[in-house]
């Protein structure tokens, strides 16, 4: 049995009818305008996805390879029926293993370097560097997409979209406990001094996600790491103040003890604030909770600065296919991060761009002067942060998390639980800069 054929039986079997289109093969290459270049036939190219079609975010993407096929129909041929289905991490590493990768997929953004690092995936910019409509949206991308996309000096997917956190709060509730709107600049002080006024027996004054000490902390200006992504920077003073704020809230009876969260949702009209994003916002509007504004994370008394932290989804073009395949799925990607695609991702999967052309879209902003709740997340996309790309992310992210659940927990002092942090991580980091040589 050849290696084709082998390909499409395993692909067959596991993923649908991906394996049909994916053992063909074309001649093709790098086109500026997004299409591969002409060829013998249609360059036929096999899509998956870390989220299914009954996803909003699914379903978003598999409407623009549909636009994308429309416009491109001579020049490729796309088998998205593998796509409907959510591919997790460890089933691309099998597929890749077994020979069955696909041409291109959707992946969690930190997953990237672990699939580059595995051998799975390519340097993107060796298949775009030639084409000048990629050197102006790469070079248009917020720094911090770039970075987090990147490892040791190599771009190993492609940012698409990404979300943010940001405080929601409930207008009935604080218009009844006569304290005003949070505004622009608003900081930790004004949240306790409005949470002081508002609470009740009967209420949850902050729904806070104990994860969430990462935005509070990029208020100070203070990281997790430090720039070069060699060294862990948490036994420091500026996070030792976030846990300290954090414990106050909760001392104070405004925050649950239990770390209880996401209770918005429940729509009891008992929750006066809670850090979000805006993913939920959906959800909110299904279960009909109470009306809401958004705004920006409190900030640090001291420093002041507005920020907000990113997660996000994106593509990676598989190694094991042909050049033609390879060519033709990097223009794929390609111009799914030009603005439009951004902008609708935005618009039918309430996410956020990556990019400042995306933002400043007519398209895009257009759109958040009809929804004024999407608007309050993305008007903080200027602003975001992300983890750089780690092999070894989530694990270090699971023992930094472990530390500040057990500080919360009063199962150890904050310093202590901090300096357990910084040895815990740092161990798991050094494995990854061992990776960057």
Same mark, same amino acid.
């Given at each position: 049995?050849?290696?084709?054929?082998?390909?499409r039986?395993?692909?067959?079997?596991?993923?649908?009818? /991906?394996?049909a289109?994916?053992?063909?093969?074309?001649?093709g290459?790098?086109?500026?305008?997004?299409?591969?270049?002409?060829?013998?036939?249609? =360059?036929?190219?096999?899509?998956?996805?870390?989220?299914?079609?009954?996803?909003?975010?699914?379903?978003?993407? @598999?409407?623009?390879?549909?636009?994308? $096929?429309k416009?491109?129909?001579?020049? =490729?041929?796309?088998?998205?029926?593998?796509?409907?289905?959510?591919?997790?991490?460890?089933?691309y590493?099998? @597929?890749?293993?077994?020979?069955?990768?696909?041409?291109?997929?959707?992946?969690?953004?930190?997953?990237?370097?672990?699939?580059?690092?595995?051998?799975?995936?390519?340097? =993107?910019?060796?298949?775009?560097?030639g084409?000048?409509?990629?050197?102006? $949206?790469?070079?248009?991308?917020?720094?911090?997409? @770039?970075?987090?996309?990147?490892?040791?000096?190599?771009?190993?997917?492609? &940012?698409?979209?990404?979300?943010?956190?940001?405080?929601?709060?409930?207008k009935?509730?604080?218009? $009844?406990?006569?304290?005003?709107?949070?505004?622009?600049?608003?900081?930790?002080?004004?949240?306790?001094?409005?949470?002081?006024?508002?609470?009740?027996?009967?209420?949850?004054v902050?729904?806070?996600?104990?994860?969430?000490?990462l935005?509070?902390?990029?208020?100070?200006?203070?990281?997790? /790491?430090?720039?070069?992504?060699?060294?862990?920077t948490?036994?420091?003073?500026?996070?030792?103040?976030?846990?300290?704020?954090?414990?106050?809230?909760?001392?104070?009876?405004?925050?649950?003890a239990?770390?209880?969260?996401?209770?918005?949702?429940?729509?009891?009209?008992?929750?006066?604030?809670?850090?979000?994003?805006?993913?939920?916002i959906?959800?909110?509007? $299904?279960?009909?909770? &109470?009306?809401?504004?958004?705004?920006?994370?409190?900030?640090? &008394?001291?420093?002041?600065?507005?920020?907000?932290?990113?997660?996000?989804?994106?593509?990676?073009?598989?190694?094991?296919?042909?050049?033609?395949?390879?060519?033709?799925?990097?223009?794929?990607?390609?111009?799914?991060?030009?603005?439009?695609?951004?902008?609708?991702?935005c618009?039918?999967?309430?996410?956020?761009?990556?990019?400042?052309?995306?933002?400043?879209?007519?398209?895009?902003?257009?759109?958040?002067k009809?929804?004024?709740?999407?608007?309050?997340?993305?008007?903080?996309?200027?602003?975001?942060?992300?983890?750089?790309?780690?092999?070894?992310?989530?694990?270090?992210?699971?023992? =930094?998390?472990?530390?500040?659940?057990?500080?919360?927990?009063?199962?150890?002092?904050?310093?202590?639980?901090?300096?357990?942090?910084?040895?815990?991580?740092?161990?798991?980091?050094?494995?990854?800069?061992?990776?960057?040589?």
């Open positions: 049995m050849n290696r084709r054929t082998t390909r039986l395993i692909l067959s079997a596991g993923v649908g009818t /991906i394996g289109l994916a053992g063909a093969c074309g001649d290459g790098s086109a500026g305008s997004g299409a591969p270049a002409p060829s013998a036939g249609p =360059v036929k190219l096999a899509y998956l996805s870390n989220l299914a079609e009954a996803h909003p975010e699914g379903a978003a993407r @598999l409407g623009l390879l549909a636009e994308y $096929q416009e491109f129909t001579s020049k =490729v041929s796309i088998d998205i029926e593998g796509g409907k289905a959510a591919t997790p991490l460890d089933k590493k099998s @597929l890749a293993a077994g020979g069955s990768a696909p041409d291109l997929g959707y992946v969690a953004y930190y997953e990237a370097a672990d699939m580059f690092t595995s051998g799975m995936v390519i340097d =993107v910019d060796t298949e775009l560097k084409d000048k409509e990629w050197v102006k $949206q790469r070079a248009d991308l917020y720094p911090t997409m @770039l970075e987090s996309s990147s490892w040791a000096g190599k771009l190993v997917s492609i &940012p698409m979209y990404t979300n943010d956190v940001a405080m929601i709060f409930n009935g509730l604080l218009d $009844q406990s006569g304290v005003t709107a949070p505004k622009e600049g608003w900081t930790w002080d004004d949240l306790k001094s409005a949470s002081a006024k508002a609470a009740k027996p009967d209420r949850i902050l729904s806070m996600n104990w994860g969430f000490w935005l509070l902390l990029r208020t100070t200006g203070g990281s997790p /790491i430090s720039a070069d992504a060699k060294k862990m948490l036994d420091t003073p500026d996070l030792l103040e976030t846990i300290e704020f954090m414990q106050a809230m909760i001392k104070a009876g405004y925050a649950p239990d770390g209880k969260t996401e209770t918005y949702r429940e729509a009891k009209n008992d929750t006066v604030f809670e850090l979000q994003g805006p993913y939920r959906p959800t909110l509007r $299904q279960a009909n909770a &109470p009306a809401f504004g958004v705004i920006h994370a409190p900030v640090n &008394p001291r420093k002041k600065i507005i920020a907000t932290t990113n997660g996000g989804h994106n593509v990676v073009i598989f190694k094991e296919t042909s050049a033609a395949r390879r060519a033709a799925s990097s223009q794929l990607a390609r111009w799914l991060n030009a603005p439009h695609a951004q902008a609708q991702m618009i039918k999967a309430t996410s956020l761009p990556v990019s400042k052309a995306a933002f400043a879209s007519k398209e895009l902003q257009d759109y958040i009809t929804d004024g709740e999407m608007k309050g997340f993305i008007d903080l996309a200027p602003n975001g942060w992300r983890w750089p790309a780690l092999p070894s992310w989530p694990k270090l992210n699971k023992a =930094v998390q472990d530390a500040v659940n057990a500080i919360l927990k009063n199962e150890i002092s904050p310093r202590d639980g901090l300096a357990k942090a910084q040895r815990d991580a740092q161990a798991l980091l050094d494995e990854d800069v061992k990776l960057m040589k």
